[in-house]
């Protein structure tokens, strides 16, 4: 679905169609008072990003509980970040945003991580069927070892659903006590997880899944449909995009680049455009 930079403006011109948006995004076509219970119109108060009950007053607060709560920034310039950062495949750094919204670097620092954070509270189903298992490092010293064992590296355990969508999380080491309850909590039981050889995966059989592995250290990457191509080609399009978009980020942030990265991969054979997806999990009021 085409959604250009015309479309954009002649759909949420200012603040007021924006603020309309979350209103129908939280609370659908609402015609009766939470409060008094009466069929209702709920009018917009002016200079507030409330609507009122026209029966008892009762006000609602669309932005209440969203990365929109609070803010002092225009909400048109809040969509506008949005929309730039779902038009791009690699991302936009927040010095982009600064320049393009003309906020400050710190206002546009705060803005491209809420939406991150957005991009990781959408679609949250347990993935199943066959499911590649991985991780991966970030940071550390540029020089040395570089993989498992490296030194000072932020590790990343992925998931990815074969032709399916993708999660990561950021665990503090590949043990199994740490990775084990991870995975359970992300994959359905009974399904077929393939991984490479490492030792912290050879028990899930004992935990409901099925489980085969390729041997990268005898240079085995495919037996049969064991593989697991998929999330080693996620890794390799998450760093490009970073090394390309933000060039360097603090271990502290990791989960909010997976974030956006995995939205991004979960998307790509969805008809609507990313920006009208992500605008959807606004809905779903953060915690």
């Known amino acids: ?40 119109k709920f009018h917009r108060v002016k200079k507030r990003r409330c609507y009122e009950c026209q029966w008892c007053g009762h006000q609602l607060y669309p932005t209440k509980n969203t990365i929109f709560e609070k803010t002092t920034t225009p909400l048109n310039l809040w969509f506008y970040a949005i929309y730039l950062m779902t038009a791009t495949r690699s991302g936009v750094s927040a010095k982009e945003i600064e320049r393009q919204i003309g906020v400050t670097y710190k206002c546009a620092w705060r803005i491209t991580h809420q939406i991150r954070g957005l991009m990781g509270t959408g679609n949250n189903k347990k993935l199943s069927g066959i499911v590649e298992i991985d991780d991966t490092y970030y940071g550390g010293k540029g020089k040395g070892k570089r993989g498992r064992g490296a030194e000072k ?114 998307q790509r054979n969805n008809g609507n455009h990313m920006f009208f997806t992500l605008l959807g999990y606004v809905a779903k009021p953060s915690q």
Request: glycine fraction near 6%; include cysteine; proline fraction near 3%.
């Open 1 to 40: 679905m085409k959604f250009t930079i015309t479309d954009f403006r002649k759909t949420y011109p200012n603040d007021d169609a924006c603020l309309d948006k979350i209103f129908s995004l939280r609370f659908g076509n609402l015609k009766k008072c939470p409060k008094c219970k009466k069929q209702t």
């Open 153 to 266: 590296k932020t590790v990343v355990l992925g998931m990815i659903e074969r032709n399916g969508d993708a999660r990561g999380k950021v665990v503090p080491n590949m043990k199994k006590k740490t990775i084990t309850p991870v995975i359970k909590d992300t994959v359905d039981e009974g399904s077929l997880i393939n991984t490479d050889e490492f030792l912290s995966y050879r028990t899930l059989e004992d935990e409901g899944f099925f489980h085969c592995f390729v041997s990268h250290a005898i240079k085995e990457f495919v037996k049969g449909d064991c593989h697991v191509q998929s999330i080693e080609g996620f890794w390799s399009w998450l760093k490009r995009g970073i090394r390309g978009t933000h060039v360097w980020v603090s271990r502290k942030y990791i989960q909010n680049y997976e974030n956006e990265f995995a939205f991004r991969y979960n």
